[in-house]
Structure formats: C-alpha cells, structure tokens
Nanobody, 126 residues
C-alpha cells in the first residue's frame, strides 16, 4: 500500500500563486509516477500534471501548461505542484494519485488509479 497526503490548499485571489505538496509513504518503490488531479464542483475529476520519481520527467494538461510546475523531492518522498497565475476556473479539490507499477506519464481515466490522497481545497476568488 501507498499512502498519499496532500497539503497547501487555500483561498487565493486570481493572479496569485499557491504551492501544494503531496507526501508519499509506504511501498513507494512500487510507484514510478506521481500525478495531480483536480475536481471542481459538479465536474468530472481531471488530470493536471504528472512526474516520474526517477529523472523528474513531467507532463501537463493543456489547461495548466505554462502556469503550473510539478517537482519532486526524492529524499523527502514528496511531490509539489507550484501554481501561478491562478484563475477562478482553477478552483477545485486537488488530489495526489498514483497507479501501482505504471511507468507511463500519459493520464488514464481517474478510476484506474490505485492510490489517492484525501484532497486539498483550492479556491481562487475573482
């Protein structure tokens, strides 16, 4: 099992920045890619960004490309999501997720992921 715990969500004004963190523990050796997803009220959960533990290769959804940056700290087993130029449409619960044994960065339907954190709320006011 892998445990994921997110933190850093807050209320921020449009145009502002926020940094989310995801701490991983447990059998993290079985997970090669960490992902961020988000879910806005009344909408389907959607992929945001992904990063490989080794090499730090990244992949982003078009909606956040150029504004968000994903990074990892292997020593601390944490993955961060730096969010800049935030927009009201970025308002959502943000989740950290992983699929056991999966090495591809390409996102899958969210139900196919094995491990999820509890989520952290990000609210962007206009």
């Amino acid at each position: 099992q892998v445990q994921l715990v997110e933190s850093g969500g807050a209320l921020v004004q449009a145009g502002g920045s926020l940094r989310l963190s995801c701490a991983a523990s447990g059998r993290t050796f079985s997970v090669y890619v960490l992902n961020w997803f988000r879910q806005a009220p009344g909408k389907e959960r959607e992929f945001v960004a992904a990063i490989t533990w080794n090499g730090g290769i990244t992949y982003y959804a078009d909606s956040v490309k150029g504004r968000f940056g994903i990074s990892r700290d292997n020593a601390k087993s944490t993955v961060s999501l730096q969010m800049n130029s935030l927009k009201p449409e970025d308002t959502a619960v943000y989740y950290c997720a992983a699929a056991q044994g999966r090495t591809s960065l390409a996102p899958m339907p969210w139900r196919k992921y094995d491990y999820w954190g509890q989520g952290t709320q990000v609210t962007v006011s206009s």
